[in-house]
C-alpha cells in the first residue's frame, strides 16, 4: 500500500486472456470456490465458500484458523481499519459498520469465532487431518459493507470487495499466524491459493477483477465467473461509472477502470510502462493480466495480486509514484510475500525504492531518483528530530509489528522512508551487478513464498554480496542516518 501522508437487455460474455500464474503450483495450495450476491441496498453480500484445506505440516491438525477481516468494520472493534487521521475522509457519510457473519460451516464438529478481536474463526475437525490429506469445508457466511472509502466498503462512486471471505491463516513453526486488523499498514500475512467465484449484482454495475474472467448478464443481474490461480488473495472493484482503457506490453494486457481521472492515458501508460520496467529489472510478471482501478481509497493505493487500487482523490502529479509502487507490489507481496504484520519494510520499503528505480528511468513522469532518495532521507530525518524534540527516544528498529508504532507517522517513515534509504545504501555499497541480481535471485526463490527478511539478505549472499551486517544496522536501529 502506498500512503501519503501531510502533517443491457440480453446476454453478453466477455472473457479475459490466459497466462501464468504468479505463485508456483504446489501440492499444498489450499482451493476456495465461493458463490455470492451483492444485494446494494443492504450494502450485503450472502455467500457460500467450498474449501478444500491439504495439510501443510508433518503433524495432524485437529483445527483450522481462518482469518475475518471484515470483522474489523464492526461496531465495538477494538483494532479499527481507519486511523483518526483518515476518519473524516473515509467515513464520507458519518460513523458506518459492517462485518461478517458465519451461519455455518459444513464438514466440521464445531466452529467458533474467537481471537482478540473476533478476528478468528476457528473450526474444528470432524476427525484429525493427518499430513498429505485435505480437510473439505462449506462454508456459509453474509458480510456487510460500511458506507467507508476503504478496501471493504461502499464508497461515494465504487464499491470495494477485498478480504470479504474467510481466509486460512498462513501456517508458521509454532501453528496458525492469527493477527489483528491494523490501521498503519497492511496485516495480511496470505499464502497462495487458487480461487474460482462466482458473483452475482445489479447489471448497471461495471466490475474490475484480478484473475481472468467471464460475465453474463440476464435481465437486471450480471453474474461475473472469476478464476484466479496461485494468487494470495481475489478482489473487486465495482461501480456505475467505470470506464475502460486497455494496453499491452509483454504479451500482457494492462486494463485501468477508471471514473473521474482527468488523464486516464497517462496513468494507463504509467501501469503500462512499470509494468514492463520491473518485468526487465527483477524477473517476469506472472499473472495473466494487470489490473488497475481508480477507487474510492482514502490512502494513495492499495495492491492485490494482479490488480492495484488507486485513490480517486489523489493529486495529478502523485499518480505516476502511486501507480509504480503498486505496480512494485506484484513482485514484493503477490509473487514474493513476505510477513507484512512483523517486516513491513521487507515489502513497502522494496516497493517505495522499486518506484523510484522507475521514476529514475522514465524522466518524463516528472520525477528523478535523486529527488526520491532527497524525500526519503528528508522525512526521515525530520521523523527522528521531531522525536528528539517532543523529549521521546526514537525507535527506529524496523522488525517490530504494526501494532508496535505509535501511529501513521512513524509508521510511514520506518517502514517507507528508512526502507528506502536501506535499499538505496544496499546498492551503494554493493553495486548495480549483485544488488539486482539479489533481486532477481530473490524472485526466482521466493515466488509463490513468504520469505523472511534472512531470506532476502540470503538471495544477495548468493549474488556474492555480503551485506547482512548493513541490514542488521539499519532493522536493529543502530544506524545512524
Known amino acids: 500500500m502506498r500512503k501519503l501522508l501531510c502533517l443491457a437487455a440480453g446476454a453478453a460474455l466477455v472473457f479475459g ?184 449484482l445489479p447489471a448497471e454495475y461495471r466490475v474490475a477483477h484480478n484473475g481472468v474472467g467471464a460475465s453474463l448478464t440476464e435481465g437486471e443481474k450480471q453474474t461475473v465467473s472469476v478464476t484466479a490461480e496461485g494468487v494470495r488473495d481475489v478482489a473487486f472493484v465495482f461501480g456505475k461509472e467505470l470506464k475502460l482503457l486497455t494496453a499491452e506490453t509483454g504479451g500482457t494486457a494492462v486494463e485501468y477502470w477508471y471514473s473521474s481521472d482527468p488523464a486516464p492515458e497517462t496513468t494507463l501508460k504509467a501501469a503500462t510502462d512499470s509494468l514492463a520496467y520491473f518485468s526487465r529489472t527483477f524477473g517476469d510478471y506472472g499473472y495473466p493480466r494487470y489490473v488497475v482501478a481508480e477507487t474510492d481509497f482514502p ?97 527506529t528498529t524496523m522488525n517490530r509489528p504494526l501494532t508496535a508504532f505509535t501511529g501513521e507517522y512513524e509508521y510511514r517513515n520506518i517502514a517507507y522512508d528508512k526502507g528506502v534509504i536501506l535499499f538505496d545504501r544496499v546498492r551503494a555499497a554493493v553495486g548495480d551487478k549483485k544488488f539486482f541480481t539479489g533481486l532477481k535471485n530473490y524472485v526466482s526463490a521466493y515466488t509463490g513464498k513468504i520469505a523472511s527478511p534472512e531470506d532476502l539478505i540470503s538471495c544477495f549472499h548468493k549474488a556474492g554480496a555480503n551485506v547482512e551486517g548493513l541490514f542488521r544496522s539499519f532493522t536493529d536501529g543502530a544506524c545512524v542516518i
Open 299 to 395: 490512502y494513495g493505493g492499495m495492491e492485490y495480486s494482479g490488480l492495484a487500487m488507486i485513490s480517486s482523490a489523489l493529486q495529478r502529479a502523485d499518480v505516476p509514484a502511486v501507480v509504480a509502487h503498486e505496480t512494485a507490489h506484484q513482485w514484493w507481496y503477490g509473487m514474493v510475500g513476505s510477513n507484512q504484520f512483523e517486516n513491513a519494510w521487507q515489502d513497502e520499503g522494496l516497493a517505495e525504492y522499486s518506484a523510484a528505480l522507475f521514476l529514475g528511468a522514465y524522466p518524463e513522469y516528472g520525477d528523478t531518483y535523486e529527488g526520491a532518495m532527497k524525500r526519503s532521507e528528508s522525512g526521515y530525518r525530520a521523523y527522528f528530530s521531531y522525536r528528539a524534540q517532543i523529549g521521546n527516544e526514537a525507535d
Open 17 to 200: 486472456a490466459m497466462g501464468l500464474s504468479a505463485c508456483k503450483k504446489a501440492e499444498s495450495s489450499a482451493r476456495y470456490d465461493i458463490r455470492g450476491e451483492y444485494f446494494p441496498e443492504e450494502n450485503k453480500l450472502v455467500a457460500e465458500m467450498d474449501v478444500s484445506i491439504p495439510n501443510p505440516t508433518e503433524n495432524k491438525l485437529d483445527s483450522l484458523s481462518f482469518e475475518l477481516w471484515a470483522n474489523a468494520y464492526r461496531e465495538g472493534a477494538e483494532y479499527s481499519p481507519v486511523s483518526a487521521l483518515y476518519k473524516s475522509s473515509a467515513y464520507y457519510a458519518g460513523s458506518s459498520y459492517g462485518g461478517i457473519e458465519i451461519s455455518e460451516v459444513e464438514g466440521a464438529a464445531g466452529f467458533t469465532v474467537c481471537g482478540e478481536d473476533e478476528n478468528i474463526l476457528s473450526v474444528s475437525l470432524n476427525e484429525p487431518l493427518y499430513p498429505g490429506e485435505s480437510a473439505e469445508l462449506s462454508i456459509a457466511f453474509t458480510t456487510t459493507l460500511a458506507n467507508v472509502n476503504h478496501r471493504l466498503g461502499v464508497g461515494r462512486k465504487t464499491v470495494n470487495l477485498s478480504h470479504f471471505y474467510p481466509v486460512l491463516c498462513s501456517f508458521g513453526e509454532s501453528g496458525f499466524k492469527e493477527y489483528v486488523y491494523s490501521c498503519n499498514g497492511d496485516p495480511f500475512v496470505t499464502d497462495c491459493a487458487d480461487y474460482t467465484v462466482s458473483l452475482t
